[in-house]
């Protein structure tokens, strides 16, 4: 049976993806949960640690993906997750951008518990640093991490855009050509 706390990530998820972040209320999370906004504030500081909470336990993170594979290998499973990653918290947070008041004060929320969009540029990064003897030793791995994940950001951008989802197909496609790519470019 799902916890309290499961069944209100779980709510806010689906509120969040409905509605966006900026959009989005506790008093909605709570009702969509089935409890009262008391409960929720009981679990979570406010919509920022949900937000926060959604993001790390809900969504897949390519920030922590790892194997014994190749590079290629791993760097095709990181590259999946971002996509599944960017796939599923674009609509959550895109509307954080709505305003600029309302995504300063988001950004000093985020930097009070110390998490934020770097978070998963870091995780790529230090597992590119974990795998140096297979990198050539004048490669740019952070901007190799960035351009990795920027081809997905924007990959998703456009999916987005055109309202058309991609088939689990195209995505792992999308993730073997990046990796791909990068890749070639490290080694």
Not at 34 to 48: I, Q, R, V
Not at 59 to 88: I, M
Request: charged letters at 20%; hydrophobic letters at 45%; proline letters at 5%.
């Amino acid at each position: 049976m799902p916890t309290t706390r499961d069944r209100i990530l779980d709510a806010a998820e689906k509120v969040l993806r409905t509605a966006g972040y900026a959009h989005a209320t506790t008093k909605e999370i709570a009702r969509e949960a089935g409890y009262s906004e008391a409960t929720l504030y009981k679990n979570f500081a406010d919509k920022t640690a949900i937000f926060i909470a959604v993001l790390r336990e809900r969504l897949p993170s390519p920030a922590n993906v790892t194997g014994d594979g190749t590079l290629e290998e791993n760097l095709t499973r990181l590259t999946r997750a971002a996509l599944d990653f960017y796939l599923r918290s674009f609509p959550i947070s895109v509307s954080v951008f709505s305003s600029r008041a309302f995504l300063a004060a988001h950004i000093e929320a985020l930097r009070a518990v110390n998490s934020g969009p770097n978070h998963i540029l870091n995780g790529v990064t230090e597992y590119l640093k974990t795998r140096q003897a297979d990198i050539r030793p004048d490669a740019d791995i952070e901007a190799a991490a960035a351009l990795l994940l920027g081809a997905c950001f924007q990959r998703v951008f456009f999916v987005q855009f055109d309202e058309t989802p991609p088939t689990p197909g195209q995505l792992d496609a999308w993730a073997a050509a990046y990796a791909r790519t990068t890749t070639a470019a490290l080694t």
